[in-house]
């Protein structure tokens, strides 16, 4: 697994519509009954979570001096023994194995084995892990090393070899794959002021309970208690892994202190550049690197919203209306190997992650962070959806939705959808048969999908677009892409200039947004496509 480190940089210290045929016969509830009132259950863990929100956060302790001297190299150097995975010899569905703390993992967390409604916790030993070069270190730690998070394995490709395909490892980090994926991006159990000045608060999942599968199940549960400086939290986590993994999420989340905002359901992600990308922005041989290219949105009024992700000078946090979200994701689209031509990487099959709240979520709105990023290794992208009204303390905020990891976005939106946007400037006297006396830009979009490939390609369709203050439409096209099968948009944009002086000066204007969709006479084809652009902060 390669290791992405969290790009936790200065400016942020702080569906309707089923994805397959197949999803339609996936169980809809979140958790099975509970046993007798007795036994461990979901309900469990919501009382310790409540009773822990009316304490005062305790800091865990601090890992022992010997585990000092590991750093990103030699922790990567201790693997878990195969031989040791928790119920690897019992001929069950799934299996687990550990990770040792240590490096960037500082916090060990409880976990705990449940069957049958009893509880046993797991004791980490060394003797668990195989240590390579660290034999010296290897001497010198205690008998029980702990565990820093767990990964869940299964046969998800072939019924011979069990394939590792979720992950649980820092803070409230967990990320999965479906069957022929490669890991991408990450989610958390929660968000907590992102992107505010006061700086971002991080809660952790410190104690975990897992239930052993039966022969014959499906699908495996996991519970988790969430905790920080200002709230905690009771998860319960369902998990079907497949073609499309499946993870449907129960929370109940009780402040210990006022909060300014919460992100739900929080994403992850990577986008260091891509086709939108300018060329003087791309810094690499490949022709793409990126593990999302665009945030999708299902607002309530029925609108899908799209928006491309980028990679700019400064940070950008953009907020949409969502109240009563029904469904939102980071999506990498863009599946084609010859767009990133990178044979260790393999971006193309990264998963897009797409979340569909199971109850009323209310008011509320989307929120996506782009942090500027140099380097491929940081997670530089950041959505959730954000309430409006936060409870009092001591009154418990319930959630539920479902997750699917899923490499076929197309399945997702009802309608056409954007498979590329590109993005040139126009040059004065340009060798592109183009001139220019401003700072023009052309924008291509190219939109695709089952309905307009059905359409004959003499149809003659539109696209409403809209540009806001700062820039002026100057022209727009529609025409027809043999290639692709659907309908390209040209269209080009003057963005108002500056002189030498305001160029000098503080700019305090932020970048313009675009707008368009397909329609054909008073029929909209295809989700909106929303941008937003700047020329000082593109190139």
């Known amino acids: ?49 409540k009773e822990l929100s009316q304490a005062p ?18 922790w990567r150097d201790i693997r878990f023994k195969p031989e040791e995975a928790i119920w690897g010899s019992d001929k069950l569905p799934f299996e687990m194995q550990l990770f040792h703390p240590g490096f960037l993992y ?54 011979k070899y069990y394939d590792e395909f979720l992950v649980f490892l820092g803070a409230s980090y967990f990320r999965a794959v479906g069957k022929d994926h490669q890991y991408g991006l990450s989610a958390r159990g929660l968000a907590v002021n992102t992107a505010l000045s006061e700086g971002e608060e991080f809660p952790w999942f410190r104690e ?138 393999r971006y193309e099959k990264r998963p897009c992650l797409w979340i569909e709240p199971l109850n009323a979520w209310g008011e509320g709105r989307m929120e996506l962070v782009q942090i500027p990023s140099e380097q491929e290794i940081h997670d530089n992208i950041v959505a959730y959806w954000s309430p409006d009204n936060l409870p009092p303390v001591g009154e418990p905020l319930s959630i539920e939705y479902r997750m699917r990891w899923t490499g076929e976005p197309e399945k997702i939106v009802p309608g056409a959808y954007v498979s590329n946007t590109r993005v040139g400037r126009i040059k004065k006297n340009g060798g592109n ?25 003499d149809t003659e369709l539109s696209a409403q677009v809209d540009v806001a203050q700062g820039a002026e439409l100057l022209e727009q096209q529609v025409y027809h892409n043999p290639v692709t099968k659907g309908w390209r948009l040209s269209f080009k944009v003057r963005f108002a200039g500056k002189s030498a002086l305001e160029r000098m000066l503080p700019d305090k204007e932020g970048p313009v947004e675009l707008r ?24």
């Open 208 to 345: 975990f309970w897992v239930r052993k599968p039966g022969a014959r199940d499906k699908d495996l549960i996991i519970y988790a208690l969430l905790d920080s400086q200002s709230l905690t939290g009771a998860y319960a986590f369902r998990v079907w892994p497949g073609e499309t993994t499946q993870i449907d999420v129960a929370a109940r989340i009780f402040l210990r202190n006022p909060v300014k905002k919460l992100g739900l359901a929080p994403l992850t992600s990577m986008f260091f550049y891509g086709e939108n990308s300018l060329p003087s922005s791309r810094m690499d041989w490949r022709p793409e690197v990126h593990d999302s290219d665009g945030l999708l949105v299902h607002r309530a009024d029925g609108e899908w919203l799209w928006r491309p992700l980028q990679n700019l000078r400064v940070l950008q946090l953009a907020t949409f209306d969502a109240s009563d979200v029904q469904g939102f994701g980071l999506m990498q689209r863009d599946r084609e190997f010859h767009n990133y031509e990178d044979l260790e990487a």
């Open 106 to 159: 500082q916090s060990p967390i409880t976990i705990n084995l449940v069957e049958g409604g009893t509880v046993r916790e797991l004791n980490a030993t060394k003797e668990m892990f195989t240590y390579g070069a660290n034999r010296t270190l290897a001497e010198n730690l205690p008998t029980e090393v702990g565990a820093a998070g767990f990964r869940i394995h299964g046969p998800i490709k072939t019924r």
């Open 57 to 74: 956060y305790t800091e865990p302790p601090p890992l022992p001096e010997q585990f000092a001297p590991l750093n990103y190299d030699t």
């Open 516 to 539: 368009a969709f397909l329609r054909k006479k008073d029929d909209i084809l295809s989700e909106t496509w929303s941008y937003v652009f700047k020329p000082d902060l593109q190139e």
């Open 433 to 457: 048969g183009e001139t220019t006396n401003g700072d023009d830009y052309r924008f291509v979009v190219d939109f695709v999908g089952e309905s307009l490939s059905k359409l004959d390609p």
């Open 1 to 49: 697994m390669k290791l992405r480190i969290p790009n936790f940089g200065p400016a942020l210290v702080g569906i309707v519509v089923c994805l397959t045929a197949v999803l339609h016969m996936m169980p809809r509830c979140i958790l099975p009954p509970d046993a007798a009132a007795a036994d461990f259950s979901y309900n469990t863990v919501i009382d310790l979570a």
